[in-house]
């Protein structure tokens, strides 16, 4: 049962944080009132789920409670290559949904602003990732402090 | 949105807020009641709350897709940028206090940990603080 408490943490924190990041940074921008209307509850639902999916099948692919010291960098290396890889994943059916769905794309889709868009993306994923890596590994060490005085 | 999927949208968001106040505090009035809590309801409880928080987000959007997103000029769009916060902090706040469990799930069946009835206390007081938020957001 631990092995899958830390899959599901991991992978619905990092989805929850992932999501309310890109939200607060439309909406700071005014961008989230203009384009989130035409998305519609079910393929914002859709989306949500698949995104989930791939989030809780990268976290199943490493341990981060307990682990020796000796390989927390390597972690942090490893978060930020599966994070970027499941950006490049969810955004590439993001857009193809989004571009074949009868409604107004949210980006231009032509070829420069799409390829800035996944790049950026793959990019920002990365570097969130190495973010989330470190957040979990202080997570780990306060959570072994706190029930084992490590 | 049509009438049975507003009904379902909302009522899993109610649901969900139900589970993640109730649900902590329920385990931290163990804490402060019992001698030691079972290390297995306490990873069902982690195992449903992370649930919940993700039912909560994804049933959010739903709400914000329904209603429409008030632009961030606006008081009411400055409140959903707090609510925005209060969750992200909620969740930060959240994983150290799962990570304490998968630590008691490795030592032993029943747990005490002043760590934990604090980390269940502090959690119901956040969730209820982003109810209060939700309530100014609809109500005003």
Redesign the interface.
Known sequence: ??R???V???G??S???S???V??YS??T?T??RT??D????S??LL??YL?LLTLVAASQGTV??LDSARWSGLVADAAMVASGVTLVFLTVALVVGFVTPVTAPIDPATVSVAWLVGGGVVGGGLAGALFGV??LC??R???R???GE | ?DGL?YVA?RSLHVLAAAFLFGGPLGMWLAFRTAEAVPV?LL?WI??LF??A??VI??TG??N???F?????ETTT?AI??VK??A??LL??G???R??????????GTTVH?R?LEWGYGLTAVGVAAIVFIAGVLVRG
């Open positions: 049962m631990d899958l408490l830390e599901v943490a991991v619905t924190s989805l929850v944080l999501v309310l990041g939200l607060g909406h700071a005014g989230l009132s989130f209307p998305i519609g509850t079910a914002a639902t949500f789920a989930w409670v307990g957040y979990f997570c780990d306060l959570a072994a706190l029930t084992r | 949105m999927q949208v297995r990873s982690e195992l992370w649930g928080i993700s987000v994804f959007l739903g914000l897709s329904a429409g997103v008030p632009t961030v769009g959903l940028g925005f916060g969750i992200a969740v930060v959240s994983v150290p799962t990570f304490v469990v998968i630590y008691a799930e490795q030592d940990s760590a």
